[in-house]
Nanobody, 127 residues
Framework: QVQLVESGGGLVQAGGSLRLSCASSGRTFSRYAMGWFRQSPVKEREFVAAISWSGGNTDYADSVKDRFTISRDNAKNTLYLQMNSLKPEDTADYYC????????????????????WGQGTQVTVSS
């Protein structure tokens, strides 16, 4: 069982930055592919970014590419999302998720591929 707890959300002006964290309670954090998703009142939950076991492979939604960076610290059992150049359309609840995979290089970009989810952290970007 893996428990995920997000933090770092808040209110920021457009053009600003935030760093989200996702702490995992599992002892095998390093064996999970990880990802970030977001959901706003006007959109269904959508993929944001994903990272493989070791962090060597990543993938991003086109809407956040070159602005967001996903990373992980397996020694600290923590996943991060650095968000720069934030836009009002980035306003959403952000969720981290963990996926059991058998391969170290796999990144998972679909919701159905994830086994565990956090409760979310709210990000609001004002114009």
């Amino acid at each position: 069982q893996v428990q995920l707890v997000e933090s770092g959300g808040g209110l920021v002006q457009a053009g600003g930055s935030l760093r989200l964290s996702c702490a995992s309670s599992g002892r095998t954090f390093s064996r999970y592919a990880m990802g970030w998703f977001r959901q706003s009142p006007v959109k269904e939950r959508e993929f944001v970014a994903a990272i493989s076991w070791s962090g060597g492979n990543t993938d991003y939604a086109d809407s956040v590419k070159d602005r967001f960076t996903i990373s992980r610290d397996n020694a600290k059992n923590t996943l991060y999302l650095q968000m720069n150049s934030l836009k009002p359309e980035d306003t959403a609840d952000y969720y981290c998720a963990a996926a059991r995979t058998s391969y170290t290089t796999v990144v998972v970009t679909t919701q159905s591929g994830y086994d565990y989810w956090g409760q979310g952290t709210q990000v609001t970007v004002s114009s």
